[in-house]
């Protein structure tokens, strides 16, 4: 389970007065960015060796309101790894107050839209990928 | 089941070469908003009466990519009403190509945040919310 | 001068009870690709022959707020055209009342990033953007 | 001159695989905030005296691109204060480079979105804004 910190902007408020739902979204994808770097290597390199993740589902529970200015910390964890699929899970926090909870399912495969066994295709990436 | 057009704009796009995941959520409050105004009443109305429909539960399923300029439809119904609860599911498609389906949950709330049971504090609400 | 109508989302209201300022730039952004097309051809023709035009620079004046569900225009005029450059400008109205104006410049260049004369390069594009 | 990091986020690239230009604007949004914090208070501090500062005018040169998962720094300055108004620039780095520049002017109004003169009426917050 990893933590990243960061700022709610204003931005990402709404006339309620509080986040707008769908920027929770962005702040997982943070967190996975993040969960990527501290194990050493970077989403980006899976990128740049031509592999995408696309989202194929997500889901998110709101328990409570984040507000504008706060200081809240994404927690992100590798749920499941296959050569063909990624899925993670997220906990957003105010401290250590539970605000929400998400899921995302990625898809793996290259710029063409083909499905592709990371393992095969990519075993050094593959390894690295199983000590996040 | 209503039915609301649009076209995805370059800012909804990323580095991917199509739509941005957390922008499909987006489009389903589109569609919530056009599903009530088809019924005869505005979204707006129920907050300038006090009440609030704050999202408490999110999901989506990427079938297909959405690409820039692409004319789309969201299809929005809503599912479930009770005086505390609403429940809306959508269905994104490109023509008759299905590209995505998601639900969301809402919570009934006043302005301070406190559930409110809108049969019984809005019966007028209430009823117009019961022909949508 | 053409002119294209949109309504305002949610999404695009910060916790001032009005539209967050950046947004305007995603409006003035549909503003071109209705001027596009509405002449006949696609943003999208150019991205797809190989030239993209990057905004360069820009700047907006805001005059009055626009709201939520707010049903608006945007109304879009090619004021220069160069073989390098384009420029636009930009007035946001709700029904009569003007709530901002803006301005863009764009500069042409190709997948690599290298300016492009797209009067050489292209010129049945170079001609069809002479008659927006 | 106030220097704040943060890191591009993957919502905020377009299909060009750049960022999309709307963003900077969230970025200055971010700089004003750490500037004030730097100083001593918040702006939610100002909103919570009921005071806002809508954007009223704003512009953005743009000199080279930046990239997902870039560590940039945003420079804010205040460059000019007075009772009803005030007026920033900012510079978008990545290490040394300079992306871009930018500038925004705030008006000071209240709920009511009538002006204020906020040295005579909180002249507590204005002596703290006269040493950001």
Known sequence: M???QFRVRY???DQMGV???AN???WFE???AELFRRSGFRYLDLEE???LTPVIKVNCNYLKPAFYDDLLSVETQLDKLTPVRLEFSYQIKRETTLLATGETVHAIIDNNGKPQNLKKKAPELWSQLQQV
Chains 1, 2, 3, 4 share one sequence.
């Open 49 to 51: 060796a031509g592999f």
């Open 30 to 32: 943070m967190g996975r």
């Open 11 to 13: 931005q990402e408020t």
């Open 24 to 26: 929770y979204f962005v």
């Open 2 to 4: 990893h933590s990243f």
């Open 19 to 21: 986040v707008y739902h």
